[in-house]
């Protein structure tokens, strides 16, 4: 089994920044893909960005690109997501999920590990 362990949410100004870490444990993961979704009140999560572990590619939705950075620490097993010109419409809880490449990525069922979620508000 795998362990997702989130951490760095909390309350900022817009145009501030932010750090999420996950730490993840329980097995190795050079064949994941790690990957930030967030959920924000009344509306259903989404993708936001994803890196493979091992190659180091990422992706990005439209909303982030430009402003959020994803990186991971291969000796730490640690995934981050590095948080800029934050706006309110970022505001959400945040989620640290693996994909083990199985199944269409593109489907939220196919990431079997999730952590438990980091709250992340931006004012005005």
């Known amino acids: 089994q795998v362990q997702l362990v989130e951490s760095g949410g909390g309350l900022v100004q817009a145009g501030g920044s932010l750090r999420l870490s996950c730490a993840a444990s329980g097995r190795t993961f050079g064949t994941y893909a790690m990957g930030w979704f967030r959920q924000a009140p009344g509306k259903e999560r989404e993708f936001v960005a994803t890196?493979?572990?091992?190659?180091?590619?990422?992706t990005y939705a439209d909303s982030v690109k430009g402003r959020f950075t994803i990186s991971r620490d291969g000796a730490k097993h640690t995934v981050y997501l590095q948080m800029n010109s934050l706006k309110p419409e970022d505001t959400a809880v945040y989620y640290c999920?693996?994909?083990?490449?199985?199944?269409?990525?593109?489907?939220?069922?196919?990431?079997?590990?999730w952590g438990q979620g980091t709250q992340v508000t931006v004012s005005s």
């Open positions: 890196i493979d572990w091992s190659g180091g590619s990422t």
């Open positions: 999920a693996a994909y083990p490449k199985v199944g269409n990525i593109a489907q939220m069922t196919s990431w079997k590990y």
